[in-house]
């Protein structure tokens, strides 16, 4: 059974100037490639009738409070741009995280309590445990905030993905393997989230590299990290661009990394680009 959304087909893809990772990893901006799907938003109107099997709001792994080391840290990372720089010290207050990305299961009960627009993409919909995808940035929010929660500012993001020892990956600092990410190479669609438990962070979430794009709370700002405040940083105050961190079942290693940044535009939505919620 599919999930089938009007305004599915369209041509989604877009110039831009954006790296074809994210690797997207790449949603539907810039080098995104067109199978990633579209990004024509549609409406809840009835789009959702179709899929009925639903799940219940994912679990959540604690992050607590404390610093950790933010940006590429070049003792164990070669592959700094310039944005994750400088790595600078950020203190949190303790957090809550989603285990795993949202699932289409968990999604598709936000969108029959109409809380939620359907994704903008077609959705097999016995897969309930994929992720859920084809979702922008706002549609995303409404769907944290359904659930009682929000989206993870980048640096809670990226705490709970490295812990406090600057880690390059979720699982340390040993490069990438299928049997650690949904990566480039390794099939070329979404799994079922939380089937690679190898590659969980220190604090046991999982897929937060891999699998989806996952999109922040922040906008974008490449130079942010230069004048950022160190304690429970807000991002940027402004701009039309979100991050998306963790890379995608399309991105190399690289887009992988814990630092790694990458930015989306707010209409953006495509089948390699999800998310996770935090509390």
Same mark, same amino acid.
């Given at each position: 059974?599919?999930?089938?959304v009007?305004?599915?087909?369209?041509?989604?893809?877009?110039?831009?100037?954006?790296?074809?990772?994210?690797?997207d990893?790449?949603?539907?901006t810039?080098?995104?490639?067109?199978?990633?799907?579209?990004?024509?938003?549609?409406?809840?109107? %009835?789009?959702?009738?179709?899929?009925?099997?639903?799940?219940?709001?994912?679990?959540?792994?604690?992050?607590?409070?404390?610093?950790?080391?933010?940006?590429?840290?070049?003792?164990?990372?070669?592959?700094?741009?310039?944005?994750?720089?400088?790595?600078?010290?950020?203190?949190?207050?303790?957090?809550?995280?989603?285990k795993?990305?949202?699932?289409?299961?968990?999604?598709?009960?936000?969108?029959?309590?109409g809380?939620?627009?359907a994704?903008?993409?077609?959705?097999?919909?016995?897969?309930?445990?994929?992720?859920?995808?084809?979702?922008?940035?706002?549609?995303?929010?409404?769907?944290?905030?359904?659930?009682?929660?929000?989206?993870?500012?980048?640096?809670?993001?990226?705490?709970?993905?490295?812990?406090?020892?600057?880690?390059?990956?979720?699982?340390?600092?040993?490069?990438?393997?299928?049997?650690?990410?949904?990566?480039?190479?390794?099939?070329?669609?979404?799994?079922?989230? %939380?089937?690679?438990?190898?590659?969980?962070?220190?604090?046991?979430?999982?897929?937060?590299?891999?699998?989806?794009?996952?999109?922040?709370?922040?906008?974008?700002?490449?130079?942010?990290?230069?004048?950022?405040?160190?304690?429970?940083?807000?991002?940027?105050?402004? %701009?039309?661009?979100?991050?998306g961190?963790?890379? %995608?079942?399309?991105?190399?290693?690289?887009?992988?990394?814990?630092?790694?940044?990458?930015?989306?535009?707010?209409?953006?939505?495509?089948?390699s680009?999800?998310?996770?919620?935090?509390?």
């Amino acid at each position: 059974m599919t999930l089938v959304v009007a305004g599915c087909g369209s041509n989604g893809k877009k110039s831009s100037s954006k790296s074809s990772a994210a690797g997207d990893g790449g949603a539907a901006t810039g080098g995104s490639s067109a199978s990633a799907g579209t990004t024509a938003a549609s409406t809840s109107s %009835g789009a959702s009738a179709t899929c009925t099997a639903i799940a219940e709001v994912g679990e959540l792994v604690q992050v607590p409070p404390g610093e950790f080391p933010m940006g590429c840290n070049a003792a164990v990372d070669d592959a700094c741009s310039d944005d994750e720089k400088p790595l600078h010290t950020v203190t949190l207050s303790a957090f809550e995280i989603d285990k795993t990305e949202v699932t289409q299961g968990a999604y598709t009960a936000c969108i029959v309590d109409g809380a939620c627009e359907a994704p903008g993409c077609t959705w097999d919909c016995e897969k309930t445990d994929n992720p859920a995808s084809c979702v922008t940035w706002a549609q995303a929010g409404a769907y944290c905030a359904w659930a009682g929660r929000r989206l993870p500012s980048e640096a809670e993001w990226e705490k709970a993905a490295r812990g406090s020892d600057g880690n390059k990956y979720p699982w340390g600092n040993d490069e990438p393997t299928c049997a650690l990410a949904n990566m480039a190479g390794c099939g070329d669609a979404a799994i079922a989230v %939380g089937s690679l438990s190898a590659g969980a962070s220190p604090y046991g979430a999982l897929d937060m590299a891999g699998n989806v794009v996952e999109l922040v709370a922040d906008r974008y700002d490449a130079a942010y990290y230069a004048g950022s405040p160190t304690s429970d940083p807000p991002g940027p105050p402004g %701009g039309s661009r979100y991050t998306g961190r963790g890379g %995608g079942f399309k991105s190399d290693p690289e887009f992988l990394r814990t630092s790694k940044r990458d930015w989306y535009d707010a209409s953006d939505a495509a089948a390699s680009l999800g998310f996770r919620c935090a509390h």
